[in-house]
């Protein structure tokens, strides 16, 4: 079973720089959500999903972007890479938003220099 | 935006021992969860709680949603050393988006055999 999926696992930016974290799920859930992981700050919401075609934005959704033009995918991108956004994404799933479990993925670390 | 306060922010003890940690908020909530993260991984739930004065076990592990609805709290007893890990609170807080999921900034366990 494969769940919540997210690559790459590791990536190294510099500043400047775009590029997409992707997330994909094989369990048909509508919501499906990004975080960012920093020491002492606990999980913070980005964007979420409670269906295709359908985002909006969380806690910290400064310098990210999201669609969702399928229900499997949920690519979180980052449009001009800054040293604040050195955290570890995760990617999160469920059948629907509110009260189901949340599945998350293995997380991706990123770094940018 | 909404805050989930939890405490203690990290714990030493001797396995056997049990432990106790609690989440609190100046909101009221619709639901409690409790994750354990262990390193390189994502969150992975242990029990979830969808009504005040509910009180649901796994294990070894106990967790409540408080009365007031603004708080919750989890307990371990006899713990192992396979407890370690950070333990997170989260919670859907009433009139907010059921797609806001929001985390505490954890409890780090460590447990000395």
């Known amino acids: 079973n494969a769940g919540v999926t997210q690559t790459p696992k590791f990536q190294v930016l510099k500043t400047g720089q775009s590029m997409t974290l992707q997330c994909a799920q094989d369990m048909n859930h509508e919501y499906m959500s990004w975080y960012r992981q920093d020491p002492g700050m606990g999980l913070r919401l980005i964007h979420y999903s409670v269906g295709a075609g359908i985002t909006d934005q969380g806690e910290v959704p400064n310098g990210y972007n999201v669609s969702r033009s399928t229900t499997e995918d949920f690519p979180l991108r980052l449009l001009s890479a800054a040293p604040s956004q050195t955290s570890v994404y995760f990617c999160?799933?469920?059948?629907?938003?509110?009260?189901?479990?949340?599945?998350f993925g293995e997380g991706s670390w990123l770094t940018v220099v | 935006g909404q805050q989930l306060n939890q405490s203690p922010q990290s714990m030493f003890i001797q396995e056997g021992e049990d432990v106790s940690m609690n989440c609190t908020s100046s909101?009221?909530?619709?639901?409690w969860l409790w994750y354990k993260q262990e390193p390189g991984e994502g969150p992975v739930l242990l029990i979830a709680l969808y009504k005040a004065g509910e009180l649901t076990s796994n294990g070894r592990l106990t967790a409540q949603f408080g009365i007031t609805r603004k708080d919750s709290f989890l307990n371990i007893s006899a713990s192992i050393p396979s407890d370690v890990g950070i333990y997170f609170c989260?919670?859907?807080?009433?009139?907010?988006?059921?797609?806001?999921?929001?985390f505490g900034k954890g409890t780090k366990l460590s447990v000395k055999p």
């Open positions: 999160a799933s469920s059948y629907r938003a509110g009260r189901n479990t949340i599945y």
């Open positions: 909101s009221i909530f619709n639901t």
């Open positions: 989260a919670g859907h807080y009433y009139g907010g988006s059921q797609g806001n999921l929001i």
